[in-house]
């Protein structure tokens, strides 16, 4: 028994690991998908949680799981930077991974995850292909809280304005408020929808409206690019008005079919299901090798254009029947 | 029961004024259009919610009933279901979770805000677990697209939206019923004092139930209209909220939630009115930070300012009748 | 009679009703014929009233039997039995009154097709229903903004216009005064010679003997006796409904009044903000105020009161200057008023009776904000005893009680604070014989102890019976003044009609 | 006036028993310290909002306001000022927040729906506005921390978490009130019938707005709890739906929406089985996509069964009565 099995199980039983969100979205299922995929392929047992509201439920969530004596947990912690003390806690408890957002100052055993500021200045990559003269460009969002939310939104910023690469783990960012202006682009201002479609889609009409010359819009949660699509489509200025965007709904693919949506960035989100799975089992099995020495296993994000769009849209289909729900 | 609409008139008017006079683009058609469209679709609900808030009831599972109808929609077309078909089933199943909300009220005397806090729960679970919390999505239903979502031009400049068709068709209805025929009126008579309808040998509970039918099937038709609109549907979030911002709706408009007061007209506008104030927010540039502070801060204002009014109105008559 | 005579519209046979910890009905029979008005009398808590809505569809009985025409018939609904031509006037008011008059009226048997209203038939359709009933409003006024006495003349025209052939009156004219009870009687007597039934309750003997052709006794939940019109006088009525005599109905013993207790200075009230009101209540007085519906008697005592507040005026208790804000101030004061409106201002319905009895002086009786529990079971414990309260036990429900027994409470929460001044509004609306006397005793012996008593009555007899001195008012001010001297029955109605006034007080 | 709690001490038994057979875990120290720490925050709102139940108001707010306490009281630590005039700061705040409420309702005589649902949107906005938006924690405050967050330990064991004896506290304070005070009383008259509690020199408004301040300053206490519960707050969602759960419990433990009825520990009990629920859901491995809906359901069945098994009982005695 090298280091894996928790003393309560007695080692009679097999070790059970969990997979907790960071909320109720589809991305989630899809990660749900790459656990399931996992499971299968490595032989290990994997609950799959979302906590509806927020953190009080996923530390909720969290303890529940202790309590059960779980084997090993990868989480995406909600605000990581003041849950350190309560991962902790729970890194006593079992083996903790991080996923999605890390908790760098947590004994976490290891982050596995995208560089949303990364991701963030390869959407402003598309926005500068889709729109080679520059002009004016607006953002559409969720809720900026969220820290990949506000690092993505900087790394569109960046790339646009050719500022230098900024550090991952310590992003200056702009004010929300007011037009950034750079030489050739110039970012109008940043609308919050708190994730309410209709709202997203009446903002996108309201930029419409409000700024004659917008150019591209850029959705940076995934409901966002299908919204901002479907404003443009009705207000007839499909082509003239670009979009870009984040993640994988199939309206925003089927855009990127049809050329209506220029192209958008996917965290390929399975991975990080199967990722995390397949971490914790090895640390389980006492792999010296699971973890990388930096603590940290990337995740690459994929530009998805209509160069790839056909095996991409496959793959994510494969994965989305892999996640239902048994 | 005529209940003053003048209040919320004078706050639409003043919102739309200054919008107008601080953007120039507040009054191109577009934006127009796009006003009329979202205000008419929350229009729709608030109508429904008055009926039951008349009855001195109250529904909370407006908005996962939204999400449950949009749900189960995509998933039936997804499957590849008769497009009408598909239609009638989500709308019966609305005015079936009407009639449960109903009967659960007068039958087993369960009071209004728990049976619909329970559906919010209930029908937000359901949504989720059939769906897996996929979003979904209706494209290549084109007929139902343009009959759900399209325009009709008036004018080489302005077309209407869809749901102004169905708010206004709702809304002429609604109005005639309440305030013509005699179940309106004993729709008000019971929400103000059901013992005296019950005596005057009316039947409450049925038409009670009927209020509840009536909301939850035109919530449901407004599920349908959304997931038209929006082209897509996230079961975990699609009308979250929307009851919120419908009761508040049908109380600026005029309701109360003591039962027996009502008015259509006043209800439309005071839905327009909120989406009035989202929209010129957003074309004011003001941070969306501050869009709920304003939001709850102007429905404050009117309805203090309201009642204010009325209050000032009644002492100068007293006042003058001394004289 | 013959109870099985082939011209019998209505029979009810040993109908039985079970209510939680009251047997309501056991085995009641009552027979009602065409063109007859049949008085139903009986104690408070007789079960006159449970009766009435068994008749008509609002309860169902335990057993028993009910035959219309001969017929035996159901009446599981209200509807049912409006269908089958009768209607009842509840003893409570139940009216929407977020509605016109004309709304009330009609509501439920609106004329009109397929569901339409029609307005236009309604308006004139209620215009002569309240002519017949004497109210001048104008059908599109609210029934909110009335004052109860006109919406109970609304209540009755809404049974008048139901065309039914048997109607039921509980209690019609409690809140009526006698100008509008003599219309109601006209009302009804013409009814009769239509050949309609109608069965009528009243604790107003008075007003039996005047009306009925039959009187049938209920006492406890059981027929008492029943007595033909000539046998009809009061105190064979009293003595089935008490099982006994009752002697010397008004105790009234007038003494020398002594120092002024309440002195009302140019009060203006809201109700009528353009008449200034000035008078004296004297220590053990008892002073009656009379006048019509809506003469602004109710609206005087909420003002005095606190409930209203006054426009302008002084009033002083016990020569202190009071600030009457609320309630509060008034009983600080030394005041008291039992409401007219028992049901949404006398009483919390589902409290239960000890709670309600000490509500008032739960205050006086807290030690450092605690609850007394001794001393609220000692005052609902004395209310239920001396007022003799008929209830199960001090945990009852008061919601649970009939209307006399109700209003027992009602006075029985204000004697517990010993106030100096007694306001009465309407103090034996809807209240038996019995505890009318119970009542009477003991305003009685409150101002013989020296309080102040000012109490408005719409009952003739009551004013007559018990006043050392009336103030009369009319359309909200002061008419005049009538001294026990000269107090007579023309008197009073010449001024509470607008009538000249010979006593020399001018409002 | 009092009401049966004992359908929903059943409940609670059922849960519990089921989930413990079920799975072994569910019994351990840990798991229940955290049931109880969750059901006693919880409780604690349920506390504070039966108190303006009683007077037959709501208060849709609460969840608003912890948010914005949270969030308040994070942006002044951070700034570096004392942290106890932060505290009392944040307390003030709240009780200030129910004032107005009260005043708003009993002066201005607008509907406390239409009061609070303003609140929940207005306060949300602030606290979003002033923290810019951003997550805040609570790092750095040890004393807080334990003073708010901490544990007793009662044996090796086992450790009471920092909530229970708040909310003990509270209980017992809110018990003696509501039964063995005049004020108690006068709270649950005027719930019944404000009229007549007037008619009796209550002064029904002064005890309304202490409802309300009580409602929010239980309030705020738990928004700080939860703060330092949870170490972080994110001004747009700490908080959000609680008034949901907290007027859900209130209603399952004994409370009627139309006032005047009311028991401490049916709510504290209800506010635990709703935890409950969710903790057996987590250790019964119940997707989380079915939450919703089986706490929706098992709400609705409790409420349910209740007012039949209610019925029946009466049915029964009138029945026996009879004979
Ligand atoms: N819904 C009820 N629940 C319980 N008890 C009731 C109910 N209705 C009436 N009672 C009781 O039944 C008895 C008869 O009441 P009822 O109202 O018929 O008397 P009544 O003769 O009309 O009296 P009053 O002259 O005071 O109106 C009373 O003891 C009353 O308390
Ligand atoms: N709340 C109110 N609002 C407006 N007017 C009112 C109100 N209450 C009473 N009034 C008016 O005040 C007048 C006096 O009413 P009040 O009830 O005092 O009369 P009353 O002499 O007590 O008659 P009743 O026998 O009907 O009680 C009436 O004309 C009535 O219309
Ligand atoms: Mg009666
Ligand atoms: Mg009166």
Redesign the interface.
């Known amino acids: 028994n090298p280091s894996g099995d928790d003393p309560k199980t007695g080692g009679a039983k097999k070790p059970k690991i969990a997979y907790v969100t960071n909320g109720?979205?589809?991305f989630w299922?899809l990660c749900a998908g790459g656990v399931r995929h996992a499971e299968k392929a490595l032989g290990i047992e994997c609950e799959v949680h979302?906590p509806n509201k927020g953190l009080v439920d996923q530390q909720r969530i969290l303890e529940t799981l202790l309590a059960k004596g779980i084997s090993g947990i990868a989480v995406s912690p909600i605000d990581a930077d003041n849950q350190t003390a309560f991962l902790n806690d729970a890194a006593k408890q079992t083996k903790l991974i991080t996923q999605d957002a890390d908790a760098p100052k947590s004994a976490r055993l290891c982050y596995i995850g995208t560089d949303n500021y990364k991701a963030g200045r390869a959407l402003g990559k598309l926005v500068k292909e889709a729109l080679p003269g520059g002009g004016e460009v607006m953002i559409f969002v969720g809720r900026l809280e969220q820290l990949n939310a506000r690092q993505r939104r900087q790394g569109v910023i960046d790339e646009l304005l050719d500022r230098p690469s900024q550090s991952a783990t310590d992003v200056k960012f702009d004010p929300?408020?007011g037009a950034i202006k750079g030489e050739r682009f110039t970012v109008l201002?940043t609308?919050?929808?708190d994730?309410?479609?209709?709202?997203a889609?009446?903002?996108a009409?309201?930029?419409?409206?409000?700024h004659?010359n917008l150019a591209c819009m850029v959705g940076l949660f995934?409901?966002n690019p299908?919204?901002c699509l479907?404003a443009v489509k009705e207000?007839g200025k499909t082509g003239k008005i670009k979009i870009c965007g984040f993640d994988e709904?199939?309206?925003a693919l089927?855009g990127i079919k049809e050329g209506t949506v220029h192209g958008t960035i996917s965290q390929q989100p399975w991975k990080y299901g199967y990722e995390s799975v397949r971490v914790l089992k090895q640390i389980l099995d006492g792999d010296k090798q699971a973890v990388p020495e930096n603590r940290f296993l990337e995740i690459p994000f994929l530009v998805v254009t209509k160069a790839n769009i056909d095996e991409f849209w496959a793959e994510k289909r494969r994965m989305?029947a892999l996640?239902?729900?048994p | 029961?005529k209940k003053n609409i003048l209040g919320i008139m004078a706050l639409f008017a003043v919102v739309f004024l200054f919008t107008a006079l601080k953007?120039d683009?507040?009054l191109?058609a577009?934006?127009l259009q796009?006003l009329i469209k979202?205000s008419c679709?929350y229009g729709l609900i608030g109508l429904g919610v008055s009926f039951v808030i008349i009855t001195g009831g109250i529904d909370?599972s407006i908005g996962s009933v939204i999400g449950l109808v949009a749900s189960l929609l995509a998933l039936l077309l997804s499957k590849g279901r008769d497009p009408s078909t598909c239609i009638a089933l989500v709308l019966a199943l609305s005015a079936g979770i009407g009639l449960m909300h109903g009967l659960?009220i007068t039958k087993?005397?369960?009071?209004p805000?728990?049976?619909t806090?329970?559906?919010?729960?209930?029908?937000?679970?359901?949504a989720?677990?059939i769906t897996?919390?996929?979003?979904?999505?209706f494209?290549g239903h084109d007929t139902l697209d343009s009959i759900f979502s399209g325009k009709v031009a008036v004018s080489s400049q302005f077309a209407l939206p869809a749901p102004f068709f169905y708010l206004v068709v709702v809304a002429v209805v609604a109005a005639l019923f309440l305030n013509?025929?005699?179940?309106?009126?004993?729709l008000?008579?019971?929400?103000?004092?059901e013992?005296?309808?019950?005596?005057?040998?009316?039947?409450t509970d049925s038409l009670k139930i009927l209020a509840y039918v009536a909301c939850s099937l035109l919530t449901g038709l407004a599920g349908v209209l959304?997931a038209f609109?929006?082209?897509?549907?996230?079961p975990?979030?699609?009308g979250?909220?929307y009851e919120?911002y419908t009761?508040?709706a049908a109380?600026?408009g005029g309701c109360?939630?003591?039962g027996?007061?009502g008015s259509v007209l006043g209800v439309i506008i005071a839905a327009a009115v909120i989406?009035l104030l989202?929209?010129s927010i957003?074309?004011l540039?003001i941070?969306?930070?501050?869009?709920?502070?304003?939001?709850?801060?102007v429905?404050?204002a009117g309805?203090?300012v309201d009642?204010?009014v009325k209050r000032y109105a009644a002492a100068r008559r007293?006042?003058q009748?001394?004289? | 009679m013959a109870d099985v005579a082939p011209t019998a519209l209505l029979q009810a046979r040993q109908l039985t009703k079970q209510f939680p910890g009251v047997r309501a009905l056991r085995g009641v029979s009552l027979t009602l014929h065409r063109g007859e008005v049949l008085a139903v009398i009986g104690e408070t808590g007789a079960g006159k009233s449970t009766l009435m809505k068994i008749l008509a569809g609002?309860q169902s009985p335990d057993s028993g039997e009910i035959l219309v025409g001969g017929k035996p018939v159901r009446l599981p609904?209200?509807?049912a039995?409006?269908r089958l031509g009768i209607a009842?006037i509840?003893q409570e008011l139940?009216?929407?009154?977020?509605?016109?008059i004309g709304?009330?009226l009609f509501?439920?048997?609106?004329p009109?097709r397929g569901?339409?209203?029609d307005h236009a038939s309604i308006r004139a359709g209620a215009r002569e229903q309240l002519d017949r009933v004497g109210l001048k409003e104008s059908p599109d006024t609210?029934v909110g903004t009335l004052p109860i006495g006109r919406q109970q003349l609304v209540e009755i025209a809404k049974a008048l216009s139901s065309q039914a052939r048997i109607l039921i009156m509980d209690e019609p004219t409690s809140s009526l005064s006698r100008h509008e009870t003599d219309t109601l009687f006209h009302v009804v007597r013409d009814l009769r010679s239509q050949g309609l039934g109608v069965i009528y309750i009243s604790h107003r003997l008075g007003e039996v003997k005047a009306l009925a052709d039959r009187v049938v006794v209920l006492r406890d939940g059981e027929n008492a006796g029943e007595m033909d019109r000539a046998a009809i006088v009061p105190e064979a009525m009293v003595r089935l409904m008490v099982g006994r005599d009752l002697s010397q109905f008004y105790v009234r013993q007038p003494q020398q009044p002594g120092d002024v207790v309440l002195e009302v200075d140019r009060l203006?009230t809201?109700a009528h903000?353009?008449r200034e009101l000035s008078f004296q209540v004297r220590a053990g007085e008892v002073v009656a105020l009379a006048g019509l519906v809506g003469a602004g008697r109710t609206e005087l005592l909420q003002t005095l009161f606190g409930i209203t507040p006054a426009?302008g005026g002084q009033v002083r208790v016990r020569g202190r200057v009071q600030r009457l804000r609320n309630a509060s101030d008034a009983i600080g004061a030394g005041m008291a008023l039992a409401p007219e409106d028992r049901k949404q201002h006398g009483l919390v319905l589902p409290m239960s009776v000890r709670e309600n009895a000490s509500l008032p002086s739960l205050r006086r009786d807290q030690r450092r904000g605690l609850l007394n529990r001794a001393a609220e079971e000692l005052v609902a414990r004395r209310t239920v005893d001396q007022l003799g309260v008929k209830t199960p036990g001090l945990d009852q429900a008061v919601q649970n009680l009939s209307g006399g027994n109700q209003q027992k409470i009602v006075l029985g929460k204000w004697l517990a604070l010993d106030p100096h001044l007694l306001l009465l509004d309407e103090p034996t609306r809807g209240i038996d014989v019995g505890a009318k006397r119970e009542i009477y005793r003991l305003m009685d012996g409150l101002a013989a102890r020296g309080v102040a008593v000012l109490f408005a009555s719409s009952e003739m007899e009551e004013v007559l019976g018990m006043a050392d001195r009336v103030l009369v008012m009319h359309e909200g001010r002061l008419a005049g003044e009538l001294p026990r001297a000269r107090l007579t029955e023309e008197a009073l109605m010449q001024l509470a009609t607008g009538g000249a006034s010979d006593s020399g007080f001018t409002a």
């Open positions: 109720v979205d589809p299922d979302m929300v408020a201002d609308r919050t929808d994730f309410d479609k209709a709202r889609k009446s903002n009409e309201d930029a419409m409206t409000k004659e995934a409901y299908p919204a479907d207000a709904q199939d309206a089927a989305e996640g239902k729900q | 029961m953007n683009s507040f191109n577009y934006n796009n979202w679709l909370l659960l087993v005397k369960l009071q805000f728990v049976v806090l329970c559906g919010l729960l209930f029908y937000r679970g359901i989720r677990y897996d919390n996929q979003s979904m999505g494209s013509r025929t005699v179940w309106g009126r004993y008000f008579a019971l929400g103000n004092n013992t005296a309808a019950r005596y005057s040998g009316i039947d959304f609109e929006l082209n897509s549907v996230q975990a979030s699609t979250e909220f919120l009761i508040a109380v600026l109360s939630l003591r027996g007061e989406r989202y929209n957003n074309m540039g941070s969306t930070h501050l869009e709920y502070a304003i939001i709850g801060a429905i404050l309805v203090t009642e204010l007293t006042r009748q001394a004289e | 609002v609904s209200v509807r039995a409006q009842l509840h139940n009216l929407a009154d977020n509605l016109d709304a009330n509501l439920g048997r609106e009109g569901g339409w209203i609210l203006r809201p903000p353009g426009l």
